[in-house]
């Protein structure tokens, strides 16, 4: 079963990464780094992967809420309540708003769409965009990475290469769901207030 998911992991993986890091997806990012670390994805592959979904996702929700204002997605993300902040914000101060858009957890989706809808040059965004998502990429990869460099003194040359498969596994979920109760709870204490 552990060979099938390693196999599974080594041919798939990086598309995984991607694909996960085209939404929220420092789950995804800190996995990335952490299978690099131990070899199983080529490191400049991983960080690339990640990069390009980042830079991807944003840019695509950008350019929905640039192409596609009247669509139903668009209408159902100018729904959601971080949405007229969002808008706000980008609006009062773009440069600092691309650039740290993607660090508030549960934002980015909306975000990009506010972004889109905003009067911000696609030139501009895509400049911003590139650097913020850079610099993400190198935050949560290398966490992913440390935490690679720190499995392997804790336990030791002892780690199998199915187990360090697991164990990466066993921190992308255990991310993913710290991230989502985070979420959760942030969110309740917004519409509480």
Known sequence: MTDTIHLLIEKYGLIAVFLGCVA?????????????????????????????????????????????????????????????????????????????????????????VAAGLSGIRLPLFLVLNAISSAVWTALFGGIGYVFGIGAEQIIGDALLKHERLLIGLGIGIAVAIVAGLAAHHFSRARHAA
């Open 24 to 112: 929220e997806g420092e789950s995804a990012a800190i996995l990335a780094g952490f299978f690099a670390h131990q070899q199983v994805f080529v490191p400049w592959q991983a960080f690339l992967a990640v990069f390009a979904g980042a830079f991807g996702g944003d840019t695509m929700f950008f350019l929905s809420g640039r192409r596609f204002a009247d669509r139903p997605f668009v209408k159902r993300m100018r729904e959601k309540p971080g949405f007229d902040r969002a808008y706000r914000l980008v609006n009062d101060h773009p440069v600092i708003y691309v650039l740290g858009n993607r660090y508030i957890y549960g934002f980015r989706l909306v975000g990009g």
